[in-house]
Each structure stands twice: as C-alpha cells, then as structure tokens.
C-alpha cells in the first residue's frame, strides 16, 4: 500500500512538471481559452492531490 501511494505520487510530481513545461513554453500573449481552463483545472487537481496526500500521511 505505501509502495503504491509512493508510486502514485511520483507520477503526479511528472504529471504537474510536464503540465508546467507545457504552459511556459506557451506564449502567454497567444494564450487560448481552452489553454488556460487546462491550467485552472490541474492547479486545482495538483492542490487537491497535495491536501488528500497531507491527510493520509496524518493518518
């Protein structure tokens, strides 16, 4: 089980630094709207990831 959580984690961490290198190579002023909804919705995916992470390791 924590081999797993661990694993699960590790391809989350992948997730977010390709999410971040695909957004900054973006030109921001040729941004499209579907772009930015990605975006928004993995900042909040990624933050929601982050808090279930911090509750399990509390338990």
Do not use: E, G, P
Not at 34 to 42: F, G, R, S
């Amino acid at each position: 089980m924590k081999i797993n959580k661990n694993l699960n984690l590790i391809t989350d961490i992948f997730y977010i630094i390709t999410m971040v290198l695909w957004s900054t190579t973006v030109d921001f002023r040729h941004l499209k709207a579907i772009q930015i909804a990605i975006l928004v919705i993995t900042v909040a995916w990624v933050i929601i990831k982050i808090k279930t992470y911090l509750i399990v390791r509390k338990l």
